[in-house]
């Protein structure tokens, strides 16, 4: 959580995650000519991984969730492409955890809306840093928290 207080909470996704893309992007750089000396389709991983660091690196995430304008704003941007979407608070209707279905000990974080598709906010191993996190957009949002452990 970037920001929490009784009227508003902001999520973001941490620097780790555009520090990691960075990496990423120039280990892939720095292995392009080795992987082409060697024969030029195994260009085809280290470009892969270019790429994937491109995406890491851009990738911003942000939900803010306003009490005192009655508005959860989610934007996503990767790549310079930006989508923005802005959704009343009385839209909402539960934040849920639940257990990923078929994935042993993972766990989803999602804000269900009474129209439209969910909005997805965490996943983790462990369920009590995304309980946490689920109590405070409940609090904000004036929703109920659902938690479902046999999903």
Do not use: K, N
């Not at 520090?19 to 720095?30: E, F, K, S, T, V």
């Not at 030029?40 to 660091?53: E, S």
């Not at 269900?112 to 995304?130: C, K, M, N, S």
């Amino acid at each position: 959580m970037a920001e929490r207080s009784d009227r508003r909470v902001v999520l973001e996704l941490s620097r780790a995650t555009r520090a990691c893309g960075w990496g990423l992007l120039a280990l892939g750089a720095a292995a392009l000519p080795a992987a082409h000396a060697i024969d030029p389709w195994w260009t085809i991983a280290p470009a892969a991984a270019v790429a994937l660091g491109a995406v890491l690196a851009t990738l911003q995430r942000r939900l803010v969730l306003d009490r005192e304008a009655g508005t959860l704003v989610y934007e996503h941007r990767v790549a310079g492409l930006r989508r923005a979407e802005r959704v009343p608070l009385f839209h909402l209707r539960a934040v849920v955890v639940a257990a990923q279905p078929g994935v042993r000990s993972r766990y989803v974080a999602f804000i269900e809306r009474r129209v439209g598709e969910p909005i997805y906010l965490d996943e983790a191993r462990r369920v009590a840093r995304l309980m946490r996190m689920a109590e405070a957009v409940a609090e904000v949002a004036e929703v109920r928290l659902e938690y479902d452990a046999g999903a």
